[in-house]
């Protein structure tokens, strides 16, 4: 039996921790009950103003738009019913200044691009054994979205990330591996403004050659990217490019994982077995790719036999230490809170304040999701130390949408279509 009940929500935007060309994030706390905790806010620039100022000649446009945000929100929250340890879904939909945004938990930790390049600033590369766990801990999480069911559903997911990338993939402080964005993220997009999109942003490496050839992709598409990422992370810097034409395809990745420094695993058939590995998630041909669960057993077996420090202690003492939670800024824009009707409605936004408090009925489902303020802070990096804020602690919900809106809209429905096919 589902309960309603009354909640009473107060979600105050503390600051902007990131902007791409398709959204902005946000840290916020979220005070719900008698608890609070951060968050992250995914704000989708290039949807319609919901304001009622902005609505006399988009309405059905806007209504499009809520409905596509309703069954983001509605897979999303399928998704967290998997309970998966690597997996970060989005919680709520929330409306800041018009725009219509997407909340999910916040992952206090680092992501692997920023984790990049502070290791190539401070000359040190990840170790064979971590970049296992690494790659392990993504390809689980990829293998459990695609053919797990979730709580009280009989058939699996079936979700494909299609946007598998450095910045999707975060480190938490506790050392596990998160993966953002699942279903959100902009390469999951259809059609050739997305794929126009993906080049100009340098990703179109991480997109494989179906993908590049303008094919939607499924689950082979991500062990692609995830192998793109693995081969990076084992050379210590990003692939300028990925050749469109085979054999140049595989011939040219075949020659960058023969370059790879030797790995340092238990013994050379592992070192073997890790660039074999590699090399079939990474072939031109779709079907000579292993699946993601094949992929996260292998890494399995070869992490758990290999010598040197684990992903928890490497990321502690290279990265983890540093971090802190955000601060907040002044100025910030209102947030709040809302169902897709509310939208649809009146926005629940008044005037200045950057606090904003809302009513709303709220279905009680039998599970809960506990969101934890960070914990205290070790001092900041001794350089630079406004590079590495808690901007690090990304959100789990992708940049998505695009400065235009046709192109915006018409972007959403491919990534629609993508999830149905």
């Known amino acids: 039996m589902t309960t309603m009940l009354p909640a009473r929500r107060r979600m105050t935007l503390l600051r902007e ?10 840290a916020a706390e979220l005070r719900r ?20 100022a902005a609505l ?23 998704l967290g019913r998997i309970d998966h340890p690597h997996v970060v879904a989005a919680i709520d939909l929330a ?22 390049e502070f290791l190539r600033e401070t000359e040190r590369v990840l170790p064979a054994r971590v970049v296992c766990d690494l790659l392990r801990g993504v390809a689980s999480a990829l293998d459990a979205a695609l053919n797990r069911a979730p709580w009280g559903e009989d058939e699996p997911l079936g979700l494909v990330h299609r946007d598998v990338k450095p ?18 993220g902009f390469t999951s997009l259809a059609g ?10 340098g990703l179109s490496r991480y997109l494989s050659p179906g993908r590049r050839q303008g094919k939607r992709g499924g689950p082979e598409s991500d062990v692609y990217a995830l192998g793109i990422l693995g081969v990076e992370l084992l050379r210590g810097g990003w692939l300028q490019k990925v050749l469109d034409q085979n054999p140049a395809h595989d011939r040219h990745l075949a020659e960058v994982v023969a370059r790879l420094p030797d790995l340092g695993l238990r013994s050379a058939a592992d070192d073997q077995a890790l660039r074999t590995l590699l090399l079939r998630m990474i072939a031109w041909d779709a079907d000579a790719r292993p699946t993601a669960g094949e992929v996260a057993q292998t890494l399995r077996v070869l992490s758990d036999r290999s010598p040197g420090p684990s992903l928890e202690s490497f990321a502690h003492d290279h990265a983890l230490q540093w971090l802190h939670p955000p601060d907040a800024e002044d100025g910030m824009p209102m947030a709040s809170v809302v169902e897709p009707g509310e939208l649809l409605g009146p926005p629940a936004i008044e005037t200045a304040p950057i606090q904003l408090e809302t009513s709303a ?7 809960a999701i506990e969101l934890t303020a960070p914990l205290p802070a070790p001092p900041p ?32 429905g491919g990534w629609l279509l993508g999830l149905l096919g």
Do not use: C
């Open 361 to 367: 009925s709220e279905s009680v489902e039998p599970r």
């Open 381 to 412: 990096l001794p350089s630079s130390p406004s590079r590495w804020p808690a901007v690090l602690g990304a959100a789990s919900v992708a940049a998505l949408v695009s400065g235009g809106l046709g192109l915006a809209f018409g972007l959403l």
């Open 192 to 201: 050739r403004d997305a794929r126009n999109l993906v080049r100009r942003a």
């Open 33 to 52: 009950g008698g608890g609070a905790g951060l968050v992250a806010v995914k704000v989708l620039t290039g949807f319609t103003d919901h304001r009622p």
């Open 56 to 78: 006399e000649e988009v309405a059905p446009v806007r209504r499009r738009e809520l409905e596509q945000l309703g069954a983001m929100r509605d897979l999303a929250r399928r």
């Open 17 to 26: 921790v990131g902007e791409t060309p398709l959204a902005a994030l946000y």
């Open 167 to 184: 910045s999707n993939v975060m480190v938490s402080r506790d050392g596990q591996v998160k993966v953002l964005d699942f279903g959100t």
């Open 95 to 116: 409306q800041v200044e018009g725009r219509p945004a997407l909340v999910s938990p916040w992952v206090d930790g680092i992501d692997l691009l920023d984790w990049g």
